[in-house]
C-alpha cells in the first residue's frame, strides 16, 4: 500500500484532506537465503513502458540466523529530482522497513553504486519507487556473509 500526502491550496478549512490508494506490485519479492555465500541479482521491469501510474517495488533478502546480507551493487535508473523524492531506490540494513532518513540511504538519477551496505540485523529492504515517465527501475545483486 502506497499512501501520499499532500495539501490542496484551494481548501482553506481547518483539518485534513487525506486519501490513500492501494497500489498491487508484481516486483516485490521476499527473499530468504539458506546458506553463506549466497547471491543473487534482482532487477525491477521496465514500467516506464507498462504502467500508467506510479508503482513501488518492495524487496526483502533475509540471511540465516547469525549471519548479513551484503549489498554488493546498486544500479539505479531513475530522474534526478531534489532531495531524490519522487523516483528512487530506498536501501535499509537495519531492518527498518518504512526507510528512515536516518538509518537508510536514498539513490536517485541514473547511476551504480558499488558496496553499499551491510545489514546489521540479518535482512536487507530495498524498494523501488517510480513514476510513469522516466523510471527504467534498478537492480541490485547481494551476497549472504
Known amino acids: 500500500m502506497i499512501m501520499r500526502f499532500s495539501t490542496d491550496s484551494t481548501i482553506t478549512a481547518p483539518g485534513f484532506n487525506i486519501s490513500s490508494q ?8 521476499y ?3 539458506t546458506a553463506v555465500g549466497d547471491t543473487g541479482t534482482i532487477t525491477t521491469p521496465d514500467y516506464n513502458k507498462r504502467h500508467k501510474t506510479a508503482f513501488v517495488c518492495n524487496y526483502v533478502i533475509m540471511a540465516p540466523t547469525g549471519y ?3 549489498l554488493d551493487s546498486l544500479t539505479v535508473k531513475a530522474r534526478k529530482t531534489s532531495s531524490c523524492r519522487v523516483d528512487r531506490a530506498l536501501v535499509n540494513g537495519v531492518s527498518q522497513y518504512n526507510y528512515p532518513t536516518s538509518s537508510s540511504k536514498i539513490f536517485c538519477g541514473y547511476k551504480t553504486e558499488t558496496d553499499v551496505l551491510t545489514s546489521t540485523k540479518g535482512r536487507l529492504y530495498v ?4 513514476t510513469k515517465r522516466k523510471s527504467k527501475g534498478m537492480q541490485f545483486k547481494y551476497t549472504i556473509v
Request: with cysteine; charged share 30%; glycine share 6%.
Open 127 to 130: 524498494a523501488y519507487e517510480g
Open 22 to 29: 492501494f497500489v498491487t506490485s508484481k516486483c516485490s519479492e
Open 31 to 33: 527473499v530468504r537465503a
Open 68 to 70: 548479513q546480507v551484503r
